[in-house]
């Protein structure tokens, strides 16, 4: 029933990088808007970016802007978050999501099963 599997999660420093990756199980959701939300001990889940299905259309929250990209290579079925210049209150499980609507509110079909990111000062 798992039809999207994050990848790329770790430890950083501070000021690092890291790029998740999130895979799709069937080709059909290669056209579905993808997302990444994230959800910190204590916190709930939030918006992270969305990309819409033809990658032409983006959205981050406020809090990423100008440091996270999202971007997806659909020969791979797959969905990136590169994250650059990592902020300790960036830790979290980071999710990825797919849908039919390109949106930032949590109304996504499907859903991955998380992968830790931790960043430390």
């Known amino acids: 029933q798992v039809q999207l599997v994050e990848s790329g999660g770790g430890l950083v420093q501070a000021g690092g990088s890291l790029r998740l990756s999130c895979v799709a199980s069937r080709r059909t959701f290669s056209s579905y808007a993808k997302a990444w939300f994230r959800q910190a001990p204590g916190k709930v889940r939030e918006f992270v970016a969305a990309?819409?299905?033809?990658?032409?259309?983006?959205y981050y929250a406020d809090s990423v802007k100008g440091r996270f990209t999202i971007s997806r290579d659909n020969a791979k079925n797959t969905v990136y978050l590169q994250m650059n210049s990592l902020k300790p209150e960036d830790t979290a499980v980071y999710y990825c999501?797919?849908?039919?609507?390109?949106?930032?509110?949590?109304?996504?079909?499907?859903w991955g099963q998380g992968t830790q990111v931790t960043v430390s000062s």
């Open positions: 999501a797919a849908g039919f609507q390109t949106t930032y509110l949590d109304d996504y079909d499907y």
């Open positions: 990309i819409s299905g033809t990658g032409d259309i983006t």
